[in-house]
């Protein structure tokens, strides 16, 4: 069963964007699905379903930035991994897993070795998957 609500359903823009608060979607939403595994969110920017953008948010309100580069170095995110920078001190090298027709190769990019810096560099790198593994503890 799903629920589409459309920005032109509504006659009166106040109740839109009641909705919109109340859902914590960007002001500039104009459209949003709801099923009972996910939501799906459109914006006036990006009228194509913004799928990951919805879940990475998710994972930022309620998963604390060192608590997501703890579950990264620990090996608990499928698909990435820090490594140490053998080029720059302070950096590090966030590796992300990619499968090209069946195989597998290790992309990377330098990102300096704080966690903020760490914590928005994961977020925007995290899956679908990713996103409710992390949130599987707080569904419980």
Same mark, same amino acid.
Not at 34 to 61: D, G
């Given at each position: ?22 859902? !914590? /979607? ?6 949003? @699905?709801?099923?009972?595994?996910? #939501?799906?969110? =459109? ?35 499928? !698909? /990435? ?6 080029? @720059?001190?302070?950096?590090?090298? #966030?590796?992300? =897993? ?36 992390? /949130? ?5």
């Amino acid at each position: 069963m799903k629920l589409i609500l459309a920005k032109q359903d509504f006659r009166n823009s106040d109740a839109w964007s009641e909705v919109c608060d109340t859902l !914590g /979607l960007p002001d500039n939403t104009t459209q949003v @699905e709801i099923s009972a595994s996910a #939501m799906k969110v =459109r914006t006036a920017e990006h009228p194509a379903w913004e799928e990951a953008e919805f879940w990475q948010n998710l994972v930022a309100e309620h998963i604390m930035g060192v608590d997501l580069v703890d579950a990264v170095r620990n090996g608990e995110v499928d !698909g /990435l991994k820090i490594e140490p920078s053998e080029d @720059e001190a302070g950096y590090v090298k #966030m590796m992300m =897993r990619r499968r090209l027709k069946g195989n597998e190769q290790w992309d990377s990019e330098t990102v300096e070795d704080d966690p903020y810096e760490l914590s928005s560099a994961i977020l925007s790198s995290l899956t679908i998957r990713n996103c409710q593994q992390l /949130l599987k503890p707080y569904l419980e």
